[in-house]
């Protein structure tokens, strides 16, 4: 049985491999940037304002400390600072892979089946049109939203805390934030098995380290100033090999899988 390492570094290896099934398909490089795309420039509108009005915003989440000696106060909007950027930045990646997914559903679904049929095809898949997986999809989406915003809150209370905000939070965020990525990524594939989301991860649950060595590469290359417009349609293919690798599928082409042994 591998070791915890083991699997942390397959799933980074799996991602790895997913850029690589993506960057060879020239076809679907264009298709899959588009909605990266128009969720960047929504999302970068956003963080825009936020940075412009970081400081106001520091100054009226502490309002009680306008009394307080300089240096406490600005320490304290310091930390609040931290603690806003870092719920901010768990919440933006998050919700920029689902708008993302939203928007581009047919062709990340495409991107998925296509990759899925050089391994084999899906076992189990529904015949379904991608207009019939929207609803759903969007549900699953915002449920993950909501959790991520349910985790952002201690999150940045924690921002507070001098230290600690500035070096037990960035991990914990990229820990959570991988770890939600990859439901989140996940979620194509296993809707095409009819797999919805309390299925996703009750199976992911089982391979942790695997699938965090998958989904904190892909948060902190997110973190990115415009990465993130070619990483989702990547991390989509690569995502399509940790579903077949979790449900014990090849992931291997017919063509490069060891040959079985000969009896005798």
């Known amino acids: 049985m591998k070791s915890t390492w083991q699997q942390f570094l397959e799933g980074i290896r799996l991602l790895g491999r997913g850029f690589g099934r993506y960057g060879r398909n020239p076809g679907l490089l264009f298709l899959g940037m588009i909605p990266a795309v128009i969720s960047f420039a929504l999302l970068g509108v956003a963080w825009f304002f936020l940075i412009v009005y970081i400081d106001d915003l520091a100054a009226a989440t502490t309002w009680f400390a306008d009394d307080w000696s300089d240096f406490w106060r600005i320490l304290l909007r310091v930390g609040a600072g931290a603690g806003i950027l870092a719920a901010a930045a768990l919440l933006s990646i998050i919700s920029y892979t689902a708008l993302t997914l939203l928007i581009g559903d047919p062709f990340y679904e495409v991107i998925s089946e296509r990759i899925e049929g050089q391994l084999g095809g899906t076992p189990g898949?529904?015949?379904?049109?991608?207009?019939?997986?929207?609803?759903?999809?969007?549900?699953?989406?915002?449920?993950?939203?909501?959790?991520?915003?349910?985790?952002?809150?201690p999150l940045f209370l924690l921002g507070f805390i001098p230290i600690v905000g500035q070096t037990v939070v960035p991990?914990?965020?990229?820990?959570?934030?991988?770890?939600?990525?990859?439901?989140?990524?996940?979620?194509?594939?296993?809707?095409?098995?009819?797999?919805?989301?309390?299925?996703?991860?009750?199976?992911?649950?089982?391979?942790?380290?695997?699938?965090?060595?998958?989904?904190?590469?892909?948060?902190?290359?997110?973190?990115?100033?415009?990465?993130?417009?070619?990483?989702?349609?990547?991390?989509?293919?690569?995502?399509?090999?940790?579903?077949?690798?979790?449900?014990?599928?090849?992931?291997?082409?017919?063509?490069?899988?060891?040959?079985?042994?000969?009896?005798?």
Do not use: C, M, Q
């Not at 898949?125 to 609803?135: G, I, K, S, V």
């Not at 999809?137 to 915002?142: P, Y």
């Open 171 to 264: 991990v914990l965020n990229a820990v959570i934030g991988g770890w939600l990525i990859a439901v989140e990524l996940t979620g194509i594939p296993f809707n095409r098995r009819g797999l919805r989301l309390k299925d996703r991860r009750k199976i992911l649950r089982a391979h942790r380290p695997l699938v965090l060595g998958f989904g904190v590469p892909v948060f902190l290359v997110l973190l990115l100033p415009l990465a993130a417009i070619v990483v989702v349609p990547a991390a989509v293919a690569g995502s399509t090999l940790l579903t077949r690798r979790v449900l014990g599928l090849p992931i291997e082409s017919a063509a490069v899988r060891p040959a079985a042994p000969v009896a005798g």
């Open 125 to 153: 898949a529904l015949d379904l049109p991608w207009y019939r997986t929207l609803w759903p999809n969007l549900v699953d989406s915002l449920r993950l939203i909501a959790l991520g915003v349910a985790l952002a809150i």
